[in-house]
């Protein structure tokens, strides 16, 4: 468990608002081992709740455990002798016994509807005639995105016009992942391999370097992370070798819809409905340049520590089921190295003093040109251009990155002689004296020791 509930603020405050203006149907629904649970138990802290968690079991063992629940919860032996298979029976009994203000928590409910669909209309019916005339908070909560978006909020859904507010659960910011962690350059350096879920940070957090934990958690057979993109994927898809192939394609550098339709060996057309549900479901993520054409976008894992596991698991499999795979500091150095500037874009857009607050905040990329952070606020037609280096930099070093970037910013396309720029570098580290040499020739500069004092 984790010692110390690190934010979901904005969460909760939504939460006890629809606590505060019951009757309320709330979904909660995110990504596997995201954090929905604890949010709940967190705050349901010192409330009258009833709080069911689904297996993943057929409909009669679920029913048989709801019976079990509540004849504990109500202190009623009873309860267990009731005969029925239907969910409306039983739910519309809770209704009954539930006589204060209370909240009722269904946690993994899409097991729920995978074990019978009919529960969806069943909770609508016992909604509308009981539930709904009740000082009650419903919450339903659930893992597999794409039923809960079929099943509970799309237009087709019995509960449609029903719920009073759903939450889509997000990975941690950066800087709140950090938070996991006494050591700060660990806690970054962990962050970068298997990104925001709190689940994930709690494994990094068992271990004290990134030797340490790809040597025992990715590069073991026994290993946390091992066959991870194996469970994440047979939960939320049918076409398993599909789907993995397609994230092969995109972890191998194939980007574009062409590209990884050639990887896969499928028609480019029939590959969008499973880039969409790979999209949905958290792994992949579509991104654009921040200034461009939208029909330039391409396609990169979401999903940090599926990321790490193509880069270093998939490559090094055999090894690995042998007991002799290795540690490659390089191999790693890489991955970070991509993945700081992923982090940096956030960093830019939501907690680094620029001279300016940011509007929108992105990579550019134009042919063989890029840059790795872009910042603008088209309304004071300010714009900042950052290069990201996960490595020491000195002062000659710095400069001539600098020089190099304000020859690319010439390419970028907005408001062309009718801008103000700034010009900057995010860097692993850098002496005192440089960041003084720079900030006098009016450049911005970071390293991991200003990040640190974001937190």
């Not at 946690?107 to 016992?126: H, L, N, P």
């Not at 972890?251 to 057309?269: D, H, S, Y």
């Not at 900057?424 to 850098?430: F, L, Q």
């Given at each position: 468990m984790i010692s110390k509930f690190i934010n979901r603020e904005e969460e909760l405050k939504y939460l006890e608002l629809e606590w505060r203006n019951t009757p309320s149907l709330v979904i909660i629904y995110g990504i596997r081992r995201i954090g929905k649970t604890r949010l709940i138990e967190k705050f349901i802290e010192g409330k009258p709740a009833f709080k069911y968690?689904?297996?993943d079991a057929n409909k009669k063992i679920q029913l048989n455990e709801f019976k079990e629940k509540m004849?504990?919860?109500?202190?009623?032996?009873?309860?267990?002798?009731?005969?029925?298979?239907?969910?409306?029976?039983?739910?519309?009994?809770?209704?009954?016994?539930?006589?204060?203000?209370?909240?009722?928590?269904?946690?993994?409910?899409?097991?729920?509807?995978?074990?019978?669909?009919?529960?969806?209309?069943?909770?609508?019916?016992?909604?509308?005639?009981?539930?709904?005339?009740?000082?009650?908070?419903?919450i339903l909560c659930g893992s597999l995105l794409g039923l809960m978006k079929k099943k509970v909020l799309s237009k087709t859904s019995p509960l449609y016009g029903r719920r009073t507010r759903d939450l889509l659960i997000q990975e941690l910011s950066f800087l709140d992942s950090t938070k996991f962690f006494r050591n700060f350059n660990y806690a970054v350096e962990a962050y970068l391999l298997v990104g925001g879920i709190p689940e994930y940070l709690l494994v990094a957090r068992k271990h004290s370097t990134i030797k340490q934990l790809v040597e025992q958690e990715f590069l073991n057979r026994n290993g946390y992370f091992y066959r991870e993109p194996y469970f994440l994927l047979f939960q939320q898809v049918k076409e398993f070798k599909t789907y993995f192939s397609i994230?092969?394609?995109?972890?191998?550098?194939?980007?574009?819809?062409?590209?990884?339709?050639?990887?896969?060996?499928?028609?480019?057309?029939?590959?969008?409905?499973?880039?969409?549900?790979?999209?949905?479901i958290g792994v992949?993520?579509?991104?654009?340049?921040?200034?461009?054409?939208?029909k330039r976008g391409v396609y990169k894992l979401k999903n940090k520590a599926v990321n790490t596991w193509f880069n270093i698991v998939y490559k090094n499999r055999e090894e690995i089921e042998r007991g002799t795979a290795?540690?490659?500091?390089?191999?790693?150095?890489?991955?970070?190295?991509?993945?700081?500037?992923?982090?940096?874009?956030?960093?830019?857009?939501?907690?680094?003093?620029?001279?300016?607050?940011?509007?929108?905040?992105?990579?550019?990329?134009?042919?063989?040109?890029?840059?790795?952070?872009?910042?603008?606020?088209?309304?004071?037609?300010?714009?900042?251009?950052?290069?990201?280096?996960?490595?020491?930099?000195?002062?000659?070093?710095?400069?001539?990155?600098?020089?190099?970037?304000?020859?690319?910013?010439?390419?970028?396309?907005?408001n062309l002689n009718n801008r103000k720029e700034y010009y900057?570098?995010?860097?692993?580290?850098?002496s005192s004296s440089t960041k003084e040499k720079l900030v006098e020739k009016e450049y911005l500069i970071w390293d991991l020791k200003d990040i640190k004092k974001l937190r």
């Open positions: 968690t689904f297996p004849s504990r919860y109500f202190n009623e032996p009873l309860i267990l002798k009731i005969e029925t298979d239907s969910w409306h029976d039983i739910l519309s009994l809770l209704s009954d016994k539930i006589t204060g203000k209370t909240c009722i928590v269904l946690d993994e409910f899409t097991y729920a509807i995978k074990s019978d669909g009919k529960i969806v209309s069943d909770i609508q019916r016992v909604w509308d005639e009981k539930l709904s005339k009740k000082n009650v908070m419903l994230l092969q394609a995109i972890a191998f550098g194939n980007t574009k819809p062409t590209e990884i339709a050639n990887f896969t060996g499928m028609e480019t057309r029939k590959i969008f409905p499973y880039l969409e549900t790979l999209m949905e992949i993520k579509r991104e654009t340049p921040v200034i461009g054409k939208e290795i540690f490659n500091q390089n191999q790693v150095n890489t991955l970070l190295g991509r993945e700081f500037e992923e982090a940096c874009i956030e960093l830019v857009g939501k907690n680094l003093q620029l001279p300016f607050k940011p509007e929108k905040t992105g990579r550019w990329w134009l042919k063989d040109l890029e840059i790795d952070v872009v910042a603008l606020n088209q309304k004071e037609r300010k714009i900042a251009f950052i290069e990201v280096k996960w490595k020491e930099v000195n002062e000659k070093e710095a400069l001539k990155i600098l020089r190099d970037l304000e020859e690319k910013a010439k390419k970028v396309s907005w900057g570098i995010i860097t692993k580290r850098a």
